[in-house]
Structure formats: structure tokens, C-alpha cells
């Protein structure tokens, strides 16, 4: 009886009404309860939300700070200077005026129609012999430790801010060029994903064939056909005597190469590939001195429907476009400035920067626009080729060096382009680009001998400069924010 009372008063107890609006004892505590875990819940998602916005913050801050800041002083010179433009202009009237010289006729114009019809097709896919779609294989890191001799000194064929290059020898005896890839902040892995990707399938007679690769622990390796005759750098600012091996149609050839590779990455694939780094160390020369574009590790892929890409300003100082320096948005426009510095170091044989020079000569392109301003476009010539070039084929490669650095980034030509302006001065007896034709009564003033236009190959007695006589770069950056060490140029 006493159990049954216990129970009948706890009972009582929490049906026993409150004041708090008459409620039964154990409505309210369920009541408080679920609020309680309702508070909780909502502070709960409060923190969350904060978190996840203050993250959402702070990544926010680090893209942004990856973008160059926009200076109201740089931004000044996208505009055509009219000095430029007067130049252009002027040089441009004497080439148009020395080609009209040469028209006999309506046939001269035929040919030259018919001439840059055929090469149309032939500058996107670098002819049928050159492109084909393919993919390498997978090399185990042991293959190359072994091709490489345990990647010894003695092996290393270039260096670079992103990795070391090897001459490996394969077990068929086939000679490979071994990239290593320095992993410095996941560099490695940044670099490793664009070559792929970029030009991991693309096969092209100007592109430095991508073999295959290798990817094995925190290991990344890119495996390349091996080019056995340098970088043009090392063929134009090294020892190489009184008298360059470079010869001015060798020089018009491998310039025409090169453009042939970039019009391919920029016309030839979807999506089209920005090089942004184009520069005469990273233009191989095989021994016929065919050129082979190499080193995409700061390439971008740009797709049909963008017409640029906004990214961290990246690139070799002097060659860097100015637009691009200035606003971080990239296009192929970029490269083509980059290819216009390029084709004066062709020209002239001197570094884009060089300290060594007089105050203005220190910089190529404001040097060389001022020489071609003054009229003294001969002067340009490198003093190391033993036979100039006719003035005509001069003044038509200074014009298109002029063009392709037009600080109107609109204005500058396509490489395809650019193919066929420099591919009128590669055979000089047939028709110009600019629908000028000419024979070989009106050369023959310029022609010592007729072998003087052959391309040579290399010779025994040309040694390939030794790579202390290298050109040092200056790296704006690096995605790792390290670039490589300034140095002065020699001077010649």
C-alpha cells in the first residue's frame, strides 16, 4: 500500500499544474527541452556558417593577391605611340615600293595568289609529313635511373627555375632527353600536368616531341626526344668566333620554324595553346638546324570561347608584352610579342636586356625601333653574319618585327600570319606574300654566289658553345613566387 501511495504522488507531482499558463509540470520541461536543443542546433549552424565564410575570405584574398597590380602608368603605353605608327608606316611604304618594282604582269600576282593559298593549309598543320596524334609511353623510375647513370652531373644537358634535363640512353640505345622536376611547393606536379596536357598528344615537326613520362612517388619526370645541337641562345650569344655559324638564311629558318610551331599551338588546337614563354633558350636546333619549340611549363589552354585568361604574370623578363605585364590578362597576342623580341635577337645578336651597353642601347626593342626610326635599318644586322641580306628581305623581317611588338595588342598579326611574311624571304627567286614578284636579273646585284642561300648543315668544325658563354635569364616569377637569379648579360 505504502508503494502504490509513493507512486500516486510522484505522479500528482508532474501532472500538478503550474502558473506558467496552467501547464502540467512535464509539458513544460518537455517544452524547455526541445528548446534547449533547438538553441543549440541554430548555434551550431551560426558557426558553421561563420567558418565557412571566413575561409570562403581568405581564399578570396590569396586570388587576388596572385594578380599583378594594375599601374595607371604601365596601362598608358597599350596605346600606339604615333612615332611608331609614322615608322611602321613609312617602312612599310618601301617595302610595297621595291616588291612593285618586280610585278611584270598579271602572272606574278597569280603565283604569289596561288603561292599563299598552298602554304595556308600547310602553316596550321605543319605539312602532311610533320603533325600526327599519338601518345608515349610510361617509363618506371628504374628505366631512368639506369638511362641516366643514377642521374649523374656529368649527364645534365640544361637547367632551368623548374627542373634539370639529362641525357638518358634507353635500353634499345635510343637517346632521350630526361626532365626532372624540381617538387618545390608541388611545382612538380603544377608543371608535370601542363606539359602533359598541353602537348602530350601533339606531334609537330617544330614542338619538342613529348616520349613519355614517368610518375612515381613525389617523382615527376617528362621524357623528350633528344635535340643534340644546343638552343639558339647558345648559338647566338656564345663563343662561337668572328664568323657565326648562323648565317642570315639559317637564321630566317629557324625564325620561319618557330613561327610554323606557334601557329600550330595557337590556330592548330582546340583548346589553342599559349606558350608564354618564348624565348631563344627555348628553341632547340637539331644539326640540320630545323628549331623545335620546347619548355611548356607555363603554357596555358585557352578555350574557343574566351579571347583571354586572366593569370599570374609569368615569363622571361625582356620578353614579356607589355599589356600583359600590365593587366595579367593572356592571349596568344603575348606570344607573338614574345616571338617579335625573339626575331630581333635573330636579327641583331643581341640580349632583349643587356646592362653592359650604353644607356640606350640597354633595351633591344626601344634600341631597335629607334634605329629603324633613323633609318639605319642596316646597321641592325648582326656584325658576326659574314653576308648581309638583301635590303629588301631586311626591310620586310624589320616590318614584322615592328608589327609583332605593336603596343596595341589588337594590331599585332596571328603567327599564321607571320609564316607567311617571313616565308617570302625563305626562297627569294618566287613571289612575295605582299603579291610582289621578282626574278633573278633583280637579285643578282646582292648574289656573290648562289650557295650563299643554302642552308648549310652543321659542320665537324662548329662546336656548339659551351654553356658558361650562355645568356643568363632573369625570371619574372615562378608559381612558387621564385624566379631565377639576375644576372648581366655578356655583352658583344
Not at 144 to 160: D, H
Request: charged share 25%; with cysteine; aromatic share 8%.
Amino acid at each position: 500500500m505504502a508503494v502504490s501511495g509513493e507512486k500516486n504522488s510522484s505522479t500528482s507531482f508532474f501532472t500538478s499544474k503550474t502558473p506558467i499558463l496552467g501547464l502540467q509540470l512535464y509539458v513544460v520541461i518537455s517544452a524547455t527541452v526541445i528548446i534547449m536543443v533547438i538553441i543549440i542546433f541554430l548555434i551550431f549552424i551560426i558557426i558553421r556558417l561563420n567558418r565557412s565564410s571566413k575561409r570562403r575570405r581568405s581564399l578570396s584574398k590569396k586570388s587576388s593577391s596572385l594578380l599583378p597590380l594594375v599601374s595607371d602608368v604601365i596601362r598608358e603605353n597599350k596605346t600606339t605611340d604615333l612615332k611608331d605608327n609614322e615608322t611602321i608606316a613609312i617602312l612599310q611604304k618601301e617595302v610595297i615600293e621595291i616588291e612593285s618594282e618586280g610585278i611584270k604582269g598579271s602572272s606574278g600576282s597569280n603565283e604569289s595568289s596561288t603561292s599563299k593559298s598552298d602554304t595556308s593549309s600547310s602553316v596550321i598543320s605543319g605539312s602532311n609529313e610533320s603533325t600526327s596524334i599519338g601518345w608515349g609511353r610510361w617509363y618506371s623510375l628504374k628505366e631512368l635511373e639506369l638511362a641516366t647513370n643514377g642521374f649523374r652531373a656529368e649527364n645534365v644537358i640544361g637547367e632551368g627555375g623548374y627542373g634539370v634535363v639529362f641525357r638518358g640512353v634507353l635500353q634499345d640505345s635510343s637517346v632521350v632527353a630526361v626532365k626532372k622536376l624540381l617538387n618545390n611547393k608541388g611545382q612538380a606536379e603544377k608543371e608535370f600536368k601542363v606539359e602533359v596536357e598541353a602537348i602530350g598528344k601533339v606531334r609537330h615537326k617544330n614542338l619538342a616531341g613529348l616520349l613519355g613520362y614517368c610518375s612515381e612517388g613525389a617523382h615527376r619526370i617528362l621524357i623528350y626526344e633528344y635535340i643534340d645541337n644546343g638552343n639558339l641562345e647558345q648559338w647566338l650569344h656564345g663563343d662561337v668566333g668572328t664568323v657565326s655559324p648562323l648565317t642570315w638564311e639559317i637564321r630566317m629558318k629557324i625564325a620561319i620554324g618557330t613561327a610554323r610551331g606557334l601557329a600550330y599551338l595557337h590556330e592548330g588546337l582546340e583548346p589553342k595553346v599559349v606558350h608564354r614563354d618564348v624565348k631563344s633558350s627555348n628553341i632547340l636546333l637539331d644539326r640540320k638546324w630545323n628549331p623545335k619549340v620546347s619548355d611548356f611549363g607555363l603554357a596555358k589552354l585557352l578555350g574557343s570561347e574566351k579571347s583571354y585568361v586572366t593569370t599570374r604574370v609569368m615569363g622571361t623578363f625582356g620578353y614579356v608584352s607589355p599589356d600583359y605585364a600590365s593587366t595579367g590578362m593572356l592571349n596568344e597576342g603575348s606570344d607573338v610579342y614574345s616571338f617579335g623580341v625573339m626575331l630581333m635577337e635573330i636579327i641583331t645578336g643581341r640580349s632583349p636586356v643587356d646592362y653592359s651597353r650604353a644607356p640606350g642601347e640597354m633595351n633591344l626593342v626601344d634600341w631597335f625601333k629607334g634605329m629603324v626610326a633613323n633609318r639605319r635599318g642596316e646597321e641592325l644586322v648582326d656584325p658576326l653574319i659574314e653576308v648581309h641580306p638583301p635590303p629588301r628581305f631586311l626591310k620586310r623581317v624589320l616590318l614584322v618585327c615592328l608589327r609583332c611588338i605593336d603596343m596595341d595588342a589588337n594590331k599585332r598579326p596571328k603567327m599564321g600570319q607571320i609564316v607567311h611574311m617571313l616565308e617570302a624571304d625563305e626562297f627569294p627567286f618566287r613571289s612575295g606574300w605582299w603579291g610582289g614578284g621578282w626574278g633573278k636579273r633583280k637579285l643578282a646585284p646582292y648574289l656573290v654566289d648562289s650557295r650563299l642561300w643554302e642552308p648549310r648543315p652543321v659542320q665537324e668544325k662548329d662546336h656548339l658553345p659551351p654553356r658558361s658563354a650562355r645568356t643568363n635569364r632573369v625570371q619574372l616569377a615562378t608559381e612558387d613566387g621564385a624566379g631565377d637569379d639576375e644576372q648581366k648579360p655578356r655583352g658583344r
